[in-house]
Every structure is written in structure tokens, then in C-alpha cells.
């Protein structure tokens, strides 16, 4: 037997993929084939094709660029009203917003969880739209006057009729006395997933916050200990989780961006004297454009378990003084009895167990180091809308013989957990319901299964109980998988 084979309870992932793409049309099985794979130990990368086109009528579980700029990127900025521009459809649908946690009082001062739309109708798909949303800006100041900003999330028949949303954006900005109106080319058939509109929308904080800030001079006093939490959307609280570590250690975080986070954040950011990247997806691009152009370093971070936890404390801390360094050195001591109390009740519970992965952003390489403080094994992993560097990171936390999978389908991923039989999936909404009804224990690793948050050492507490109740939970024993 092979060192894959062992690997995954004697299900070799190679013959695997080959039984999976014999199901498809040879045209599709071809394509789909460079999306699959079997990672190598000490490969730098995991051999598969990513951001690539989906095939079409292949059930996909990728999002658009609307959704990786409004859901994503710009959603969770609570004191910014953010107008879902086009038919209601896609406002109606962005209504299931994510759970980026935030301090303020809805309606008035913060608006995260309210969903405003210009509501296209057909009339205004013939005539356009312009005349109309300038007068929703109005309404918007109306209603709602201690907004610090609007942004207009285009959808697709903006761009498909020409709407010139940048023009009306600088008029009402102008007669607002230079209000910050970001327009947001980020209609839905750009690129070929989500991945698009967080690029798009980065550009946009770089063209519409950064590059008129000076404007506004926004008063502020810097530290030499400034950074920004770049990439954490505070899903059940994950950003404030990880400030208070930052802050434990000497650090003073002036922005997070952007769960939680405000205008005046964003325009601070330039000011920091690192910014600390979670979500490297979403948000590398804005990071790269502060290197170049403000002279910010960044660094990768990762505070799902306390291997990781600590190892980025370090990190970050190696970017500072003495001072920042022995705080780092303090608040992993503060916290190792707890971790040790989690660790001698979850692992012997946990010890061995394997899990499949499948979801967007950083979740299916970050998390990986958490299960391992566990005893647990990841045994395969793959992106919605993952870049090749992404894959590439991923290497450093996977070990040989992992199924990696590219933007899988509906159909693939279920035959992988059918075959291997992991003992839990962490994977997003769409998949939850079919894999419960196969029997196999599952976790919501988009939003934490409406718990959290993960990150942090008291988030590390969390995510132990949640995996334990998963799996252990004995109502898998009165479910019937469908191949039993």
C-alpha cells in the first residue's frame, strides 16, 4: 500500500479523482482535471489550475464580483451606507449579511445589517439610472444625515447600459461640501468570482479614500506602535478577538478593516507603521499598494490556535522594540494554562479524527493549524476563488497525500466525502444541508455556524466545543448515510 494510500483510510485520492472525472463528458473531464490533485511533500505548490473561468451549467459555489466588493470589502464599514445599485434582486439577496460584528446604533450611526437599494426598473434599464440615483443620494441625506459615506455597488446592468456613476458620485460629493461618495465598478460579470470585486474594491479605497483623505485632513496622533488589522470582517467577533492580543502586547491598532471598522479608519490606515493581513485574498492588493506608495510593510497573520497565535505574535512583534517583543512573550505565557485546559479536554476527544475542507478566502489553509492542535488531520482542502499563490501558501500547512480541489463541484465534493468518509466537512451554507443528510458531521466555516468567534486564544475555546459538539454528537448515530 502507498503512503497516499495510508493516508486516507486506504482510499488512494489519485484513483479517487480518476473514478470522479470519469463520470464527466471527456471536454469537461479534461478541464476539470487540472483543478484537482494530490499534493506532494516539499512541492512549492499544489499542482492544480485556479481563478480560472467556472464551466457553465457545472453547479458552482462561487460568488460574483458584487458579492466579493459589497459582501466582502466594503459591507462591513458601519458608518457608510452602502446602495446596492440596480434591480432589487441583488440587494434582496446581500440582505443575508455575514456576521461582521459592530458597535454603534443601526439606522443612526452604523449600517451594516440595513440594505438599501435603488430598486431598477425597466424604465430606468431603457433611460438610465444616473437622474435617479443622484436622487437617492439625496434621500440617503435625508434619512439618514450622520452617515460619513455612501458607496454605490454596481450590479451588472449598470455596466451592460453605461451608467456614468462616477459622474454623479463627484456632483454630489462636490455638493455635499466633499462628502465621500466611492462609486464601485464591481458589477457581477466581472472576472470569474468574488475574487474580482475585492480587487475592485481595494482599488477603490486606493482612487476614493486614500487619494482625497488629504482633503479632509483627518486629524491624528501617531505612536511608534500603530498598526491595522487588515483582512478580518469580525465574523462573531473574530476582529476584536485578535485586537485585544495586539493590544495586550503594546500595539495600538488604529484600524480595522473592515468588519467594525469606519471612514476615518480607512483614512488613518496610510499612518500605521504596519499593517497586519489576515484575510491575504481579499485584501493583499491594498496592502502592496501602502508598501509601495507610503513605504507600510505588511505581514501575514493567523490567530486560529495557539501554534499559530504564537508563532504570529512573534512575528509581528519582530517588526518592533524590546518592548513589543517581550509583550508578545507575556501574552503567550498569560495564556498557555487555558490552552493547556482546552487541549487536555478537546484532544483526547478529537485525537485522529479527519476533516475536509472547502471554503473562500484564507479559512482552508488558516484553520488547518488549529485542528492539528487538536490532533486532528486535515485531509483535503480547496479554495471557491483561489489564486495561485494562495495554493502556494497552502503548501506550508498541508502534508503529503492531501486532496486539493479547485472550485469543486457539487458533484465532485460529494463523491470525495462519500469516498473518504472524513469525520467532519467545514465548508459553507450551500454544502451544509447535504452533507447532514449523508451523516457526516459538519461545521459552517464562513460564519461559524452563527457561533464564534475562532480567532484568539478565548476564540480557540470556541472552536474546540464547536468541533467536539459536531462531531461527537450523537445524533449521527440515528442518521442514515444513503450509501449504508
Not at 518592548?323 to 485522529?352: C, N, S, T, W
Not at 489564486?387 to 500547512?397: K, L, V
Request: aromatic share 10%; charged share 25%.
Amino acid at each position: 500500500m502507498s503512503a497516499v494510500a495510508e493516508r486516507i483510510d486506504e482510499v488512494n485520492p489519485e484513483e479517487l479523482i480518476k473514478e470522479v472525472l470519469e463520470a464527466y463528458p471527456e471536454k469537461t473531464a479534461k478541464r476539470r482535471a487540472k483543478h484537482l490533485g494530490v499534493y506532494e511533500e516539499g512541492k512549492a505548490d499544489c499542482g492544480v489550475k485556479s481563478n480560472i473561468k467556472s464551466i457553465p451549467g457545472v453547479m458552482t459555489i462561487r460568488g460574483c464580483a458584487y458579492a466579493g466588493s459589497k459582501g466582502v470589502v466594503w459591507g462591513p464599514i458601519k458608518d457608510m451606507i452602502h446602495l446596492s445599485h440596480g434591480p432589487v434582486g441583488c440587494g434582496q439577496y446581500s440582505w443575508a449579511a455575514r456576521r461582521n460584528y459592530y458597535i454603534g446604533t443601526t439606522g443612526v450611526d452604523t449600517f451594516v445589517t440595513m440594505q438599501f437599494t435603488s430598486d431598477f426598473q425597466e424604465k430606468d434599464i431603457v433611460f438610465g439610472g444616473d437622474k435617479k440615483l443622484a436622487k437617492i443620494i439625496d434621500e440617503i441625506q435625508d434619512l439618514f444625515p450622520l452617515n460619513h459615506g455612501i458607496s454605490i455597488q454596481s450590479e451588472c446592468p449598470i455596466g451592460l447600459i453605461g451608467d456614468d456613476i462616477e459622474a454623479v458620485s463627484k456632483n454630489k460629493s462636490k455638493e455635499y461640501g466633499g462628502k465621500t461618495i466611492v462609486p464601485v465598478r464591481c458589477e457581477g460579470f466581472r472576472g470569474v468570482s468574488q475574487s474580482l470585486g475585492h480587487h475592485i474594491a481595494n482599488d477603490a479605497i486606493r482612487d476614493w479614500v486614500f487619494d482625497k483623505a488629504g482633503e479632509r485632513s483627518p486629524t491624528f496622533e501617531p505612536s511608534p506602535y500603530d498598526v491595522a488589522i487588515i483582512g478580518d470582517y469580525n465574523i462573531g467577533g473574530d476582529a476584536w478577538a485578535s485586537r485585544i492580543l495586539l493590544e495586550e502586547m503594546g500595539l495600538r491598532v488604529i484600524a480595522q478593516w473592515s468588519g467594525d471598522g469606519t471612514l476615518a479608519e480607512l483614512e488613518n490606515t496610510p499612518k500605521a507603521k504596519l499593517n497586519v493581513l489576515h484575510c491575504y485574498r481579499s485584501m493583499n492588493y491594498i496592502s502592496r499598494h501602502m508598501e509601495e506608495k507610503y513605504g507600510i510593510p505588511w505581514v501575514e497573520y493567523n490567530f486560529f490556535g495557539p501554534t499559530k497565535i504564537a508563532e504570529s505574535l512573534r512575528t509581528i512583534a519582530s517588526f518592533f522594540d524590546d518592548h513589543i517583543k517581550e509583550g508578545a512573550e507575556r501574552v503567550i505565557a498569560k495564556y498557555q494554562p487555558m490552552v493547556d485546559a482546552v487541549i487536555a479536554k478537546f484532544r483526547p476527544r478529537l485525537e485522529g479524527k479527519k476533516v475536509m475542507l472547502y471554503v473562500g478566502g484564507l479559512r482552508p489553509r488558516h484553520v488547518i493549524g488549529a485542528y492539528e492542535d487538536l490532533g486532528m488531520e486535515v485531509v483535503g482542502t480547496g479554495y471557491e476563488f483561489g489564486h495561485n499563490d494562495d495554493y502556494q501558501r497552502t503548501t506550508h500547512d498541508i502534508k503529503g497525500g492531501t486532496l486539493i480541489y479547485d472550485d469543486v463541484t457539487e458533484f465532485e465534493l460529494e463523491r470525495f466525502v462519500e469516498k473518504i468518509r472524513p469525520d467532519l466537512v467545514g465548508s459553507g451554507i450551500k454544502e451544509k444541508y447535504v452533507f447532514q443528510k449523508m451523516g457526516v458531521p459538519f461545521r459552517q466555516m464562513h460564519s461559524w455556524d452563527y457561533s464564534g468567534p475562532y480567532h484568539g486564544y478565548d476564540g480557540f475555546a470556541i472552536f474546540a466545543r464547536d468541533m467536539d459538539m459536531a462531531i461527537n454528537n450523537p445524533v449521527w448515530n440515528r442518521t442514515k448515510a444513503p450509501w449504508l
